[in-house]
C-alpha cells in the first residue's frame, strides 16, 4: 500500500491516502482496486481514455462477466488481434495480467473489443456476427453486449474516485470518464451523444440520423418530416414532432 501510495507512514502510524479511502469507498474489492492502481501506474491513459476500457477488464468483477468463448481448440485467439487493433498492444498485453488461462485472457480480449465497437456504433447485428464463434458455442447475443456494457460502466462509475485521486491535475481526463460513462449506457459515439437531447429514440435511430449529418436536435428539427419518417421510421418520426409541438405549447 505505501509503494503504490494508498498509504503513508507519519511517526510510527500509517495512515490512508486520498488515493487509499477512494479505493476503500469503491465498490470494487481490495485486490481489484490494487489491480487498478498499479495498472494505471504502469499505463499513460492521458493520450487515449478509451484504453480504460481495456483495463477496466482486468478487475476480478469483470472476470465475473461471462462472454461465452469457445474452447476446443484455439480459434478464439483471434480476439487477441481484435482487441489490439483496436486498443494497441501494450494495453492487450495488460489483459493477459492475472489471467487464470488462455481462455480467461481471450475472453478478457473478446469483451475489450466487443465494448469498442458498441461505442464505435458498430450495429448489434454485425458485432454478435464478428463475436460469435458457432451459433451454439462462443456464441454473442444483445444481452451479452449489454450485460458487458452494464458492468464496465459500474465499475468503472465506483472507481472514478480513484482516478480523480490519481489524476488531479487532469480534470479533462475525469471529463472524459464521464462522457464514456454515458457511451457506455447508449452504445453511441461521442458525437452522437448531443442527439440525445431529442427524448425516447432507439440507439438505432440516433445512429441513422447520425449517419445522416445531424449533430444537434437542431438538425433533426430541421429535417423534414417525410424525410425524417424514411430515416427512423414513422413512429419515431411522429414521437419527435409531437415532442416539438408540446414544446412549442408550453412556451
Not at 48 to 63: F, G, K, P, T
Amino acid at each position: 500500500m505505501l509503494k503504490l501510495g494508498l498509504a503513508e507512514m507519519r511517526d510510527d502510524l500509517v495512515h490512508l491516502t486520498l488515493l487509499g479511502k477512494a479505493c476503500g469507498a469503491s465498490s470494487l474489492a481490495f485486490e481489484s482496486s490494487l489491480r487498478l492502481v498499479g495498472m494505471l501506474t504502469e499505463t499513460d491513459i492521458a493520450a487515449d481514455e478509451i484504453s480504460i476500457l481495456a483495463l477496466i477488464q482486468v478487475l476480478e468483477e469483470m472476470d465475473s462477466a461471462h462472454v461465452s468463448v469457445f474452447k476446443k481448440g484455439r480459434g478464439e485467439s483471434v480476439r487477441v488481434s481484435d482487441a489490439t487493433a483496436r486498443y494497441g498492444i501494450d494495453a492487450v498485453r495488460s489483459l493477459q495480467r492475472f489471467a487464470a488461462d488462455e481462455f480467461a485472457f481471450w475472453q478478457r480480449c473478446k469483451r475489450a473489443a466487443i465494448l469498442y465497437d458498441w461505442l464505435d456504433g458498430t450495429e448489434v447485428e454485425e458485432i454478435e456476427r464478428r463475436y460469435s464463434y458457432t451459433p451454439f458455442q462462443g456464441n454473442v447475443s444483445y444481452g451479452d453486449i449489454v450485460r458487458v456494457a452494464d458492468a464496465t460502466r459500474f465499475h468503472l462509475r465506483s472507481a472514478h474516485q480513484i482516478f480523480a485521486a490519481m489524476y488531479p491535475e487532469k480534470p479533462q481526463l475525469l471529463a472524459s470518464l464521464s462522457t464514456l460513462l454515458d457511451r457506455l449506457e447508449l452504445g453511441l459515439p461521442a458525437d452522437a451523444l448531443p442527439l440525445t437531447e431529442v427524448a425516447g429514440l432507439s440507439r438505432g435511430q440516433y445512429l441513422a440520423l447520425l449517419q445522416q449529418g445531424c449533430r444537434t436536435s437542431s438538425d433533426v428539427d430541421a429535417i423534414p418530416y417525410a424525410t425524417l419518417v424514411d430515416i427512423i421510421g414513422t413512429v419515431g418520426a411522429v414521437s419527435i414532432r409531437r415532442e416539438e409541438e408540446a414544446q412549442a405549447g408550453q412556451r
